[in-house]
T-cell receptor, first 110, second 119 residues
Framework: AQRVTQPEKLLSVFKGAPVELKCNYS??????LFWYVQYSRQRLQLLLR??SRESIKGFTADLNKGETSFHLKKPFAQEEDSAMYYC????????????FGAGTRLFVKA | KAGVTQTPRYLIKTRGQQVTLSCSPI?????VSWYQQTPGQGLQFLFE???????NKGNFPGRFSGRQFSNSRSEMNVSTLELGDSALYLC??????????????????FGAGSRLTVL
């Protein structure tokens, strides 16, 4: 079955500390992986996708097909990074849908 | 260009009633997906429409239905409401083209959501 797992519901770090939000997926094909973010009182929006291999707001994510992981990392967390983060998977076959994990709430303390 | 618009933003219903939610996608986007968002479950996929056809459906009971019109606007309907249907219902539009993996066409743009409370 296609599944996205985010093991941490809440992650709390101090400002300036490194942060890693974990994401593991179950899918045997070649999916497209995304990270979406929802800041307080804002809409859910795309943060980055694995295809583009770019850094957005200092965040990067590497797709590890061997470990079926797509962890989100940032070397120095900022208070404005506090938000809800969702990892998502778009299968390459089997229909047009994107599957989301349960989300991780990141809280960056001053 | 205008974003994804969802109406109504908030509504309160009682058990047994039905509700219809509306979504207008970004101009040019022909795919509309619906999700149910709850604190414990995250985003659960409801269904996806493209050119007035439902192409995929999630694991929800038949009380949840939807449709898409020729102008790509979409509606979802929930009949015989239950307390557990209380949630934020999100609509997202995209290009979602066949064979477009990796092109950016699969990026979802979300609306603000319709918050349904069932009493």
């Amino acid at each position: 079955a296609q599944r996205v797992t985010q093991p941490e519901k809440l992650l709390s770090v101090f400002k300036g500390a490194p942060v890693e939000l974990k994401c593991n997926y179950s899918y045997s094909g070649s999916p497209e992986l995304f990270w979406y973010v929802q800041y307080s009182r804002q809409r859910l929006q795309l943060l980055l996708r694995h295809i583009s291999r770019e850094s957005i707001k200092g965040f990067t994510a590497d797709l590890n097909k061997g470990e079926t992981s797509f962890h989100l990392k940032k070397p120095f967390a900022q208070e404005e990074d506090s938000a809800m983060y969702y990892c998502a998977l778009k299968p390459d076959t089997g229909g047009f849908k994107t599957i989301f994990g349960a989300g991780t709430r990141l809280f960056v303390k001053a | 260009k205008a974003g994804v618009t969802q109406t109504p933003r908030y509504l309160i219903k009682t058990r047994g009633q039905q509700v219809t939610l509306s979504c207008s996608p970004i101009s040019g986007h022909r795919s509309v997906s619906w999700y149910q968002q709850t604190p414990g479950q995250g985003l659960q996929f409801l269904f996806e429409y493209f050119s007035e056809t439902q192409r995929n459906k999630g694991n929800f009971p038949g009380r949840f239905s939807g449709r898409q019109f020729s102008n790509s606007r979409s509606e979802m309907n929930v009949s015989t409401l239950e307390l557990g249907d209380s949630a934020l219902y999100l609509c997202a539009s995209s290009l979602f083209l066949a064979g477009a993996q990796g092109s950016g066409a699969n990026v979802l743009t979300f609306g603000a959501g319709s918050r349904l409370t069932v009493l």
